[in-house]
């Protein structure tokens, strides 16, 4: 497989690694009935992070590795014209020369690409491991690093995992260069290509199908009249092929489209039977390659007792098609309200709305090329799960949580986001659109209704390590943040969540553990023995506090007393802190 080098590869492929891992301060709650309140909410719902997204994903590891059904990034495309800084903290003197500069157009900047594939690169490997085993990666990106990022995802993602180039056509055009570039791409990656992955989007146009249809039927037009004006219709909106299909309509008005009963596949051949014509009795034509269906399929669909005779000359009977004699093969009928959906096209033709839905919002440009909504509901509800959580690190003015919260509305489901965005406005725009979309915006006759929701707004705090080689513990961020964190180092899994009242329980009860436990998983059981005050011991006094019965125990304490031979014995392994504390 192809794999691409530039300038600073080597120092960046494990920079992930290296990325202080910092907890999240919670800074408030806000719900579309009651506001913002200090609360945070008792259940793990809607995020908004404010703050580096490499640092971001790193402290999303502990609680969603593997949590995270759809991610959805827009970075900087890397035109020459957004300003962006190249800042990670890579300590490498080559690398440390760009920081602080802003990344300059093509031949200005000879480093330009070098630097936005050393950003993307820590980044698309964090969010890798946020995936679910069936979660699906969204990138948006336009000509500037459409070649590099597709190699790059190949090789971070696997060449297998990769779905489709899809292109987004904006039908407004951008005429810089002598040549109107009307597109840009949205890459899409599974995390495991085994999973059976399947896009659909819904038959846009089917409601003014059906009211042209009901006019048609009021001012008494014939079957054969609607037809005429159902084509003209499909001729003057352009409609896809997934509708166009649909041009006939049976004696009560509804549509119903021709498909082809021939073998589909090239290389094998199909069942070979006669089929006979309704009105000659004579077998019909057998395609070169045989027939789609088995023999007893298509009778379950023909049904000769019912012969309608249609104004062009030709017959339906059931939910076979007939030519006015057997020299035609026949086709199967399909009913366009039977087919809902279909699957998401490799082109999707939407003008790029998203400075307008942003100013019916703020009532005034508040940001510079927003994602239009209606983009992002066709990609977040093409996966068809209504209970996923949606992760989008590059936020910008907060369109992936418009289309959550829209899509939550209209088909009640229960799809969570997470938004991660660095600059300031993280709160006065990307948070402030959230809450004018959950509470409703807008005047008179372009009221919007709100969608309702709620969020957690968070900063990035304190590192759990500090010192020159992260070699302390910062007790700065408190116990909880400390044990989820050992928790997870552990076991990759989040803390089981324990509520306040079962802790006070547990606490009263002698046979309970004591606070020094923190679960137990595959038969070990973990204790995290940590005073801030005082050093810890690893005794036998200690031993006897513990209550839970496991094949095998990890106890991180400061030091340890007991002798190998012993916790051989008992299957106990020590971890000293905070040097045995794992570092990800
Ligand atoms: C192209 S915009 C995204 C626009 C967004 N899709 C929308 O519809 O509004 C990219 C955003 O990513 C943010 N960004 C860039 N680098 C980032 C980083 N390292 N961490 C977090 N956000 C970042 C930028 O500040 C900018 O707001």
């Not at 070699?471 to 943040?481: A, F, P, R, T, W």
């Not at 606490?507 to 005050?533: C, I, M, V, W």
């Not at 031979?565 to 000293?576: G, T, V």
Request: glycine content about 6%; charged content about 30%.
């Amino acid at each position: 497989m192809p794999t691409l080098n530039w300038i600073g590869k080597e120092k960046v492929v494990n920079h992930h690694r290296d990325v202080p891992f910092r907890v999240l301060e919670h800074q408030y709650h806000f719900s579309a009935e009651k506001g913002v309140s200090a609360e945070s909410s008792a259940e793990a719902g809607n995020m908004i992070i404010h703050g580096d997204n490499l640092e971001a994903l790193k402290a999303l590891l502990p609680e969603y590795e593997g949590k995270i059904k759809c991610i959805y990034i827009d970075p900087p495309y890397n035109t020459g014209t957004e300003k962006w800084v190249y800042n990670d903290n890579v300590n490498h003197p080559k690398i440390k020369k760009w920081l602080g500069e802003i990344v300059g157009k093509e031949g200005e900047d000879l480093s330009r690409h070098d630097k936005w594939l050393c950003m993307m690169y820590p980044r698309l490997r964090l969010l890798q491991r946020l995936l679910k085993d069936d979660g699906v990666f969204f990138i948006s990106i336009d000509e500037n690093e459409i070649h590099t990022i597709r190699i790059l995802l190949d090789e971070i993602f696997g060449s297998n995992n990769f779905i489709e180039q899809i292109v987004w056509n904006k039908r407004v055009p951008k005429n810089d260069k002598g040549i109107g570039n009307i597109h840009e791409y949205i890459l899409l990656y599974s995390k495991q290509s085994k999973h059976d992955h399947r896009f659909t989007q819904l038959k846009e146009g089917i409601d003014e199908i059906e009211e042209l249809i009901q006019k048609s039927k009021r001012k008494n037009l014939s079957i054969a009249e609607t037809e005429t004006e159902v084509k003209k219709l499909y001729k003057k909106n352009g409609y896809d092929r997934g509708i166009t299909l649909y041009n006939n309509l049976d004696r009560n008005y509804k549509l119903w489209g021709k498909i082809n009963m021939s073998w589909p596949n090239g290389q094998t051949f199909g069942p070979r039977y006669d089929v006979l014509h309704p009105k000659s009795n004579k077998p019909c034509k057998v395609p070169d390659r045989g027939w789609r269906w088995k023999e007893d399929t298509f009778l379950a669909n023909v049904n000769y007792d019912e012969i309608e005779e249609l104004p062009d000359g030709s017959y339906k009977c059931g939910k076979i098609w007939f030519a006015k004699d057997e020299n035609t093969q026949p086709s199967s009928i399909k009913y366009l309200d039977e087919v809902n959906d279909f699957l998401l096209r490799s082109i999707i033709s939407l003008k790029s709305s998203g400075s307008i839905d942003l100013e019916g919002i703020f009532k005034k440009s508040a940001f510079d090329y927003p994602k239009p909504v209606r983009l992002l509901e066709l990609l977040l509800n093409s996966f068809q799960d209504s209970e996923s959580i949606i992760l989008d690190s590059f936020a910008g003015s907060g369109t992936t949580a418009h289309a959550v919260l829209n899509l939550n509305k209209l088909d009640g489901g229960n799809r969570k986001f997470i938004l991660v965005e660095m600059e300031d406005y993280a709160e006065d725009i990307t948070a402030e659109r959230v809450k004018r979309v959950a509470k409703g915006y807008g005047e008179g006759k372009k009221t919007i209704e709100g969608t309702g929701g709620s969020f957690d707004y968070y900063e990035l705090g304190e590192p759990l390590f500090i010192g020159e080689n992260q070699e302390h513990l910062n007790e700065e961020v408190g116990i909880d943040k400390i044990r989820q964190y050992i928790w997870y180092s552990e076991t990759k899994t989040s803390i089981p969540v324990i509520a306040k009242e079962e802790r006070l329980k547990q606490s009263q009860n002698k046979k309970a553990e004591s606070k020094h436990y923190l679960g137990e998983r595959d038969q070990t059981a973990y204790y995290f023995y940590y005073h801030p005050d005082e050093i810890t011991t690893l005794d036998h006094d200690f031993l006897a506090t513990i209550k839970t019965k496991a094949e095998k125990y990890v106890i991180y304490a400061d030091n340890c007393l007991l002798s190998k031979e012993f916790m051989a014995k008992h299957n106990i392994i020590f971890k000293k802190i905070p040097r045995d504390i794992t570092r990800f």
